[in-house]
């Protein structure tokens, strides 16, 4: 059975930094597209962050030079550092891993049916 469970998230101010976690159990993080996406109050889930198995990187453009995706295969664990944090960033965060044999990641890991498995998500707020 898969299992990915994120933590890492909080309340912080504007400017501040986080960083996200997201363990795997029955999945094998290095092996596989996986990626980050959020979902702001109201709005659809969006997709933030995507990392092919050979570590290529793929950001939407508003958190690039802000975020940075990662991955520890030895702890198989998926990462997600988020600096200079904006309240426009407030969001559930989800962490999601292909189901597929996706080494690498479809359309840049952008579209949500690429991943068949979805964390519960970790609330960042950012507000002062």
């Known amino acids: 059975q898969v299992q990915l469970v994120e933590s890492g998230g909080g309340s912080v101010q504007p400017g501040g930094s986080l960083r996200l976690s997201c363990g795997a159990s029955?999945?094998?993080?290095?092996?596989?597209?996986m990626g980050w996406f959020r979902q702001a109050p109201g709005k659809e889930r969006e997709f933030v962050s995507a990392i092919e198995r050979d570590g290529n990187t793929f950001y939407t453009d508003s958190v690039k030079g802000r975020f940075t995706i990662a991955k520890d295969n030895a702890k198989n664990t998926l990462y997600l550092e988020m600096n200079s944090l904006t309240p426009e960033d407030t969001a559930m965060y989800y962490c999601?891993?292909?189901?597929?044999?996706?080494?690498?990641?479809?359309?840049?890991?952008?579209?949500?049916?690429?991943?068949?498995?979805w964390g519960q998500g970790t609330q960042v707020t950012v507000s002062s």
């Open positions: 999601a891993g292909a189901a597929g044999p996706y080494g690498s990641c479809p359309f840049s890991g952008r579209l949500e049916h690429t991943y068949g498995f």
């Open positions: 029955g999945y094998t993080v290095g092996a596989y597209c």
